[in-house]
């Protein structure tokens, strides 16, 4: 009985991995298929939300606490490169490095006094913090001589098909950089889970008493993968910024996106290695194309409403996420991890 | 979305400094000017906080939907208004049965059977996940409806002031102040005498205990979230002469009844008001010699710190779940 079962999913993880190779393979073939720059631009922002959720997954989902404001990040990580670049002429490539460390110190230090806090409160002081830093940013025209526009926000020069500042003439090229930084994010993703980092994490946000008796010191191992998320939604506010060449407050450090973030992830499946990507690859093509079909202003919110009905549904029935599907797939046995 | 709201209240601000602006006057009377419309627009924010308090007290959740909840009490209220043309209080005849109901079911058919799933969870965050998901579903859905119009009721009231010396004093406001007094000691007495309101508050203190004394928990959960949100409806219809009607007009109320709910301490029905009328005044006087905008700002560093100084305990959230 026991032989048959492990037998089972021995098989069933050598699928999986033939299952993830093949859309792997997918994956780097789509800009073969699909030339209209539109639909190559949906499939970059499908990648771009992938890889902002998966960062959000470090703390949102591993440790199990519930950031409501990780818009605020790359926010940080796009004003900084791009300042960076049009004062000083610094590479995006390079900025976008040091946009990540400057998001994650400030992750640091938002992370050192919200841990304290639990549950909805945390959630709160996470809207808090973002909804301040857009204000700051909001109403600052100029700081030490730099301008910053307050929230008419920022124009990138064109500088035309200039791969060392991190501007491209096609799609194509973004659709492979984000794709490699997508990978890379699973990669990294992968590696916490199996770490020891990851374990400490989950045995802290499953229960923080428990773990702390244990022996974890649980905040630290949040501020560190908070840190790490931080850094990657550092990244990959940058990589919006060469994408669209404009920023401004309300676009990148705003509630909605925050919020967007969360609920892709929690509708493919929170603390999963996949969930986010699946959550991101149904949900970003519904809200791209309602967009592109429905324009006006009555009909601004509604990929929201989308999102918020389809998240209403997933907490009443299926509170593990759409990736429970599979996991019921996969291991019928109910073996709960698929991570 | 929220520069909207920013822009709602500068509007709601300048209309009211513009009464001002008639006559030179000292910085005292400034002084006094801006103190006394903190106060009375501390009230109202204590009244949108009040339906917070409650739902939070009794069930130690956090009704993210709040301010969209007021925002759909708002469009209520202005189309009874708008419709039949009555005087905008008297509209709570009808506005207060919808906001019962709308309460009511809301509980019974979408947060119950999360709470029921979660009961064993050390740190439930489905219904907090619920709940603004009905935030951005409905604050979407009504500019679906109505679109991004600023729409405003006409009222007898609009604009009406009184004058207390050279200090102007917005009609509207006034009585909004007074019905916001009137509800909170209401619901305090409710709460305090009645059979029901001892059953809710036994249900906010220990939910094993009141069941084990034949306390139909889901029910009582069900009313306090429509005694929460009759709350709101009357916040929502004092509102009218105020202020614009707009799919996002409630979050501007949003974090501030959360500032307000964390000041006043959990559950507590009159700290509600007295968070409110901090709030308030705080708000009016930094708008008063700063700016309106950093003095929105201000509301969610008052917030931050007043979340850090007790961390958690201050609500006692630990020990729930």
């Given amino acids: 009985m026991i032989n048959s079962s492990s037998k089972k999913s021995v098989s069933a993880k050598s699928s999986l991995y033939i299952f993830g190779i093949l859309i792997l393979i997918i994956l780097l073939c789509i800009p073969i298929f699909i030339k209209s720059a539109n639909w190559l631009q949906i499939m970059i922002l499908i990648l771009w939300y992938a890889g902002l959720t998966l960062s959000w997954n470090f703390v949102g989902g591993f440790a199990g606490v519930l950031p409501l404001g990780h ?129 400490y994490l989950v045995a802290g946000g499953e229960d923080q008493e428990a773990a702390e008796s244990l022996g974890v010191n649980v905040t630290y191992q949040k501020l560190i993968a908070l840190a790490i998320s931080a850094f990657f939604m550092g990244i990959l506010g940058t990589f919006y910024a060469q994408l669209i060449l404009y920023i401004y407050p309300l676009g990148i450090i705003s509630m909605v996106l925050s919020f967007e973030i969360a609920f892709i992830a929690i509708i493919g499946g929170r603390g999963t290695l996949f969930g986010p990507i699946l959550g991101s690859f149904i949900l970003v093509p519904l809200a791209e194309i309602s967009r592109m079909y429905l324009s006006g202003s009555r009909f601004l919110g509604i990929h929201l409403m989308l999102y918020s009905s389809i998240i209403i549904l997933v907490m009443l029935y299926m509170p593990g996420g759409l990736i429970s599907i599979f996991e019921r797939l996969f291991y019928p046995r109910g073996i709960d991890k698929l991570r | 979305m929220l520069v909207k709201n920013i822009f709602i209240i500068k509007v709601f601000f300048t209309n009211m400094l513009g009464f001002r602006c008639l006559k030179e006057r000292n910085d005292t009377m400034v002084f006094l000017d801006a103190l006394l419309n903190g106060v009375l627009m501390g009230g109202i924010y204590g009244l949108t906080a009040l339906g917070l308090t409650l739902i939070f007290g009794v069930m130690k959740v956090i009704n993210f939907a709040h301010g969209t909840h007021l925002m759909m009490m708002m469009y209520a209220a202005y189309w009874v208004v ?65 679109g991004a119009n600023f729409r405003s009721a006409e009222t007898i009231y609009s604009g009406t002031t009184f004058s207390l010396g050279s200090i102007l004093v917005s009609k509207p406001l006034l009585y909004a102040f007074i019905i916001s007094l009137i509800s909170t000691y209401t619901l305090y007495r409710f709460l305090k005498t009645t059979r029901l309101g001892r059953a809710i508050r036994a249900t906010g203190q220990d939910r094993e205990a009141a069941r084990l004394m034949g306390i139909n928990v889901f029910r009582i959960y069900n009313i306090a979230f429509g005694v929460g949100i009759v709350a709101v409806g009357i916040a929502g219809t004092v509102l009218i002469p105020l202020f614009y009607v707009h799919p996002f007009a409630g979050d501007v109320f949003d974090i501030r009844a959360f500032v307000i709910v964390v000041l006043g301490g959990l559950g507590s029905v009159p700290g509600a008001l007295l968070g409110g009328i901090i709030v308030g005044v705080i708000e009016s006087l930094a708008g008063q010699y700063f700016s309106m905008t950093w003095a929105a700002a201000l509301i969610y560093i008052i917030f931050l710190i007043v979340l850090f100084i007790r961390p958690s305990g201050i609500f006692g959230f630990e020990k729930e779940g």
């Fill in chain 2, 82 to 146: 708008e419709l039949t043309g009555i005087d905008p209080y008297l509209s709570l005849i009808v506005v207060i049965p919808v906001a019962y109901l709308l309460g009511y079911f809301t509980q019974d058919l979408l947060v119950n059977p999360i709470l029921k799933k979660e009961a064993d969870v050390r740190e439930p965050v489905g219904v907090l996940l619920l709940t603004a998901g009905l935030w951005i579903f409905f604050n979407n859905f009504f500019l679906l409806l109505f």
């Fill in chain 1, 71 to 199: 818009a605020a990040y790359a926010g940080v990580g796009a004003y900084v490169s791009t300042l960076l670049f049009i004062n000083s002429g610094l590479s995006p490539w390079i900025g976008m490095i040091i946009g990540g460390i400057v998001s994650a110190l400030i992750a640091l230090i938002i992370g050192i006094p919200t841990f304290k806090l639990h549950g909805a409160y945390y959630a709160l002081a996470s809207i808090a913090f973002v909804e301040s830093i857009r204000m700051v940013v909001e109403n600052t025209n100029e700081i030490f001589g730099i301008k910053v526009n307050g929230a008419r926000g920022l124009l990138i020069p064109l500088e035309g098909h200039a791969p060392i500042l991190f501007q491209f003439g096609g799609k194509v090229y973004y659709y492979y950089v984000i794709l490699f930084f997508v990978l890379l994010i699973l990669f990294i993703s992968y590696k916490i889970q199996k770490s020891k980092l990851g374990f």
